[in-house]
């Protein structure tokens, strides 16, 4: 109450110094009760504590000066000041609601976009200007917030990849917002800060089947007949629908073609005799893919280890010829003689 809002002043063309002709007395006509004005200075002040420019921005006041001291027969002028009311911050942001849903899909990209909120403030101005950040939950390390400088909204992006609909389908954010400018002289009508919760659910997205290991390692006899079983790889689609998966094996990469895999089972067997001899180990790799979507493939690589047999026999380099004397001594070395076995060991 009582603050200086601005000062009005008359002129009366009457000499002043003959009687009361110009002396002039001000009243307000229009703005009460929440302005007045100094009768004999014209200065006007507020007449009201706590005026909230979010319930009312303008006022009209009409002032009015009258001469002859404001006594009957004076005669009088008036004047309109319109008064703007300038903002303070005195208004905390508010969350409109406690809670917010959102989704994200477990295949989206670091910096991708998962919603956003806005707290209100009913200040304008850099009085109402908000800031967010999270300050609990579960979803911390993949989610991060920030505030438009447009809008003033809260927006949650995807910090980094890593969210898994098999292994975890929600996770929950509590998020705050701030005033970012507080006025030390409204600090009693705070805090200037309001939280809300935000639950976000993560969606399934179509994903290539899971083999139980990246890689496989097997061993069969050399020479096993047609169609013995060398080991099984086993892949499983996580998704939601758990779509069945097939099995092939990938021919670029096994240009003897000395296996083949069962396509239900995941079973590896001999298409043809094999030599350790000639080919002591042989690395494929097997295709999974979703029977209902054969697009999502994963592969697994299978090294094959040929065991051997004993199917060689010794083998002399070269032929050989040794002459002896006829005087030669028991004992005596005449030559020495080489023979190898291929098998191992």
């Known amino acids: 109450v009582g603050t200086f809002v601005i000062q009005v002043t008359a002129t009366d063309a009457d000499d002043p110094s003959y009687g009361n002709s110009a ?3 001000y009243s307000i006509l229009q703005g009460q009760p929440y302005f007045s004005v100094e009768p004999q200075s014209g200065i006007i002040r507020t007449a009201l504590p706590n005026m909230d420019r979010e319930a009312r921005e303008e006022y009209q006041v009409v002032i009015q000066a009258k001469d002859m001291g404001g006594h009957m027969g004076g005669l009088s002028g008036t004047t309109q000041v319109t008064v703007t009311l300038t903002d303070v911050n005195d208004n905390p942001p508010k969350f409109p609601q406690s809670v917010y849903q959102m989704s994200v899909s477990e295949a989206a990209v670091p910096g991708v976009v998962v919603g956003r ?3 209100k403030d009913n200040d304008i101005g850099e009085n109402g200007m908000v800031s967010y ?3 609990d939950g579960d979803g911390k390390e993949f989610f991060e917030i920030s505030t438009d400088s447009q809008t003033q909204d809260g927006v949650i992006k995807l910090r980094k990849q890593g969210l898994d609909f098999e292994t975890k389908r929600s996770y929950f954010l509590r998020v705050e917002a701030n005033n970012v400018h ?3 002289r409204f600090l009693s009508r705070g805090p200037f800060k309001d939280t809300a919760t935000v ?3 993560v969606e399934d997205a179509d994903e290539p089947p899971t083999f139980s290991s990246p890689a496989y390692l097997m061993e069969v006899d050399e020479g096993a007949p047609f169609g013995t079983a060398v080991g099984q790889v086993r892949a499983v689609d996580h998704d939601l629908g758990h779509s069945p998966v097939s099995y092939k094996i990938d021919w670029h990469n096994d240009f003897d073609r000395y296996f083949s895999v069962e396509a239900e089972s995941g079973v590896i067997k001999t298409v043809k ?3 350790r001899e000639l080919t002591a180990w042989c690395n494929i790799s097997v ?6 979507n054969p697009l999502q493939t994963s592969s697994a690589k299978v090294s094959i280890r040929v065991r051997d047999i004993n199917d060689n026999a010794p083998e002399f380099a070269e032929p050989y010829k040794a002459n002896v004397c006829e005087n030669a001594k028991p004992g005596q070395l005449i030559k020495t003689i080489r023979a190898v076995d291929r098998d191992e060991s």
């Open 23 to 25: 002396r002039l007395v």
């Open 117 to 119: 909120l806005n707290a």
């Open 133 to 135: 950040s999270i300050i």
């Open 182 to 184: 507080i006025d030390p």
């Open 199 to 201: 639950k976000v659910s």
């Open 273 to 275: 005799p094999l030599d």
């Open 287 to 292: 295709i999974a893919e979703e029977a209902n």
